[in-house]
T-cell receptor
Framework: KNQVEQSPQSLIILEGKNCTLQ??????????LRWYKQDTGRGPVSLTI?????NTKSNGRYTATLDADTKQSSLHITASQLSDSASYIC?????????????FGTGTQLKVEL | NAGVTQTPKFQVLKTGQSMTLQCAQD?????MYWYRQDPGMGLRLIYY???????DKGEVPNGYNVSRLNKREFSLRLESAAPSQTSVYFC????????????FGPGTRLTVL
């Protein structure tokens, strides 16, 4: 069983609409939780990084939230654009390993259409 | 700054052939990583180098070797390629410290026939 599970697996929305992606993790304790954006054929790019004590972190139209009690995180995208079409990956960093051994989710594939 | 660069971008090998994937970063980062990404699976760590002169195994090291040539360069070698090593390989780097993000290269798409 994956230690980081994401839902939905894929999502199609219309340009301008909002959406929320979910991440459930079992890695505990953890140092930080990250969200990455991966465009097709490219490497992942960091969107947000939150420590276990933070509840929310924003980066432009992207807002990540964290509930350490329920072990859930979400990524909310506001006023979506065509360029938001990508895979969004939730990543958890356990305290052991000095941040070198990350646990990656399988990603949510988002498609934004006109 | 070019960030993290990888060569080649694409490669096709026959079973049993060997090759080296090259990675370089110009951000003066201490730590470097090699991952593989397969359909339906999250990125998996193959090897990492926490600092120049050190390398450690990750989750899936079998069939691979690495060399941290200097602070900038970290190579991944497949000695005898197998079809199970068909994947997209990503190199990443970061400043040492758990709170720092990893910066990824563009990837190498490898097919082993």
């Amino acid at each position: 069983k994956n230690q980081v599970e994401q839902s939905p697996q894929s999502l199609i929305i219309l340009e301008g609409k909002n959406c929320t992606l979910q991440c459930n993790y079992t890695v505990s304790p953890f140092s930080n939780l990250r969200w990455y954006k991966q465009d097709t054929g490219r490497g992942p790019v960091s969107l947000t990084i939150m420590t276990f004590s933070e509840n929310t972190k924003s980066n432009g139209r992207y807002t990540a939230t964290l509930d350490a009690d329920t072990k859930q995180s979400s990524l909310h995208i506001t006023a979506s654009q065509l360029s938001d079409s990508a895979s969004y990956i939730c990543v958890v960093s356990p305290p052991s390993g000095g941040g070198n051994k990350l646990t990656f989710g399988t990603g949510t594939q988002l498609k934004v259409e006109l | 700054n070019a960030g993290v660069t990888q060569t080649p971008k694409f490669q096709v090998l026959k079973t049993g052939q060997s090759m080296t994937l090259q990675c370089a970063q110009d951000m003066n980062h201490n730590s470097m990583y090699w991952y593989r990404q397969d359909p339906g699976m999250g990125l998996r760590l193959i090897y990492y180098s926490a600092s120049e002169g050190t390398t450690d195994k990750g989750e899936v090291p079998n069939g691979y070797n690495v060399s941290r040539l200097n602070k900038r360069e970290f190579s991944l070698r497949l000695e005898s390629a197998a079809p199970s090593q068909t994947s997209v390989y990503f190199c990443a780097s970061r400043v040492a410290g758990s709170a720092y993000e990893q910066f990824f290269g563009p990837g190498t798409r490898l097919t082993v026939l």
